[in-house]
């Protein structure tokens, strides 16, 4: 691997880690968030039982979402990507722009129209990662035209 491509390696693997440590937290919750308690103005206690457990499957799922994601991400990085194959430098950050840019949206329309702060600025970071994942494995594959194939 050239230096770009190594580069480009940290930037997904530190991208990868965040998504993934953030599913392990929603995986992992008793109860909604801090910030869905503000943006409801509930306490977690004053929700019905039924809602809680329904609130919690939603929760729960999405984080396995995500840590699903950043499994795949991690499959394709530290395969073909290592191996220089040229549709593995699309297919890291695609997943992760599909489900990265809805959790933006999400998150940043709670944080209008709510009284929460919802953590939109570790998806941002994450999405940053990504996009310069990709630029920079991008100029490494315009500087090594020789690999791509899959065949070397």
Request: charged share 10%.
């Amino acid at each position: 691997m050239n230096t770009r491509t190594k580069t480009a390696f940290w930037l997904y693997l530190m991208a990868i880690l965040l998504f993934g440590f953030s599913g392990m937290v929603y995986l992992c919750r008793f109860e909604f968030m801090p910030y869905h308690a503000v943006a409801t103005g509930t306490a977690w206690a004053d929700v019905d039982p039924q809602f809680q457990l329904l609130l919690l499957g939603g929760i729960r799922l999405l984080g396995a979402a995500w840590i699903a994601t950043a499994a795949a991400m991690g499959i394709v990085l530290f395969i073909p990507f290592r191996q220089g194959i040229q549709w593995a430098r699309w297919s890291v950050p695609v997943p992760g722009l599909i489900a990265g840019l809805p959790a933006l949206y999400v998150t940043i329309s709670v944080t209008v129209n709510t009284p929460a702060t919802a953590p939109w600025i570790g998806i941002v970071i994450f999405l940053l990662l990504l996009c310069a994942g990709f630029a920079v494995s991008f100029r490494a594959g315009q500087t090594d035209p020789g690999r791509g194939s899959g065949q070397d």
